[in-house]
């Protein structure tokens, strides 16, 4: 099982990034998959999630509002389509597959991607 994280890079604040997550084969079929990002001296942290079925999602409070997380089963993608992005948003962000747990604890993901940089300049 493999997960390809792309799609970030250096934005200013207020701008957009949109992040994709690619996996190998049937990956993501009957899977949630999250997002988690790590800051600078900081601890992972969770960020977003979706179901198997792309019917429910999750947030943390810090990202509602901005960022939105979607799927494309026939791509094997997940998406975080990142809005608004603030300097503290600023962290390598990964995907990861969720094993059937509680969305919000990294925990609950035995898959993970290798991360990607987002960078925002305020």
């Known amino acids: 099982v493999q997960l390809q994280a792309s799609g970030g890079g250096l934005v200013q604040a207020g701008g957009s990034l949109r992040l994709s997550c690619a996996s190998s084969?049937?990956?993501?079929?009957?899977?949630?998959v999250g997002w988690f990002r790590q800051a600078p001296g900081k601890e992972r942290e969770f960020v977003a999630a979706i179901n198997w079925s792309g019917t429910i999602t999750y947030y943390a409070d810090s990202v509602k509002g901005r960022f939105t997380i979607s799927g494309d089963n026939r791509k094997n993608t997940v998406y975080l389509q990142m809005n608004s992005l603030k300097a503290e948003d600023t962290a390598v962000y990964y995907c990861?597959?969720?094993?059937?747990?509680?969305?919000?604890?990294?925990?609950?993901?035995?898959?993970w991607g290798q991360g990607t940089q987002v960078t925002v300049s305020s």
């Open positions: 990861a597959r969720n094993r059937g747990g509680n969305a919000y604890h990294e925990d609950e993901y035995d898959y």
């Open positions: 084969g049937r990956t993501f079929r009957s899977y949630g």
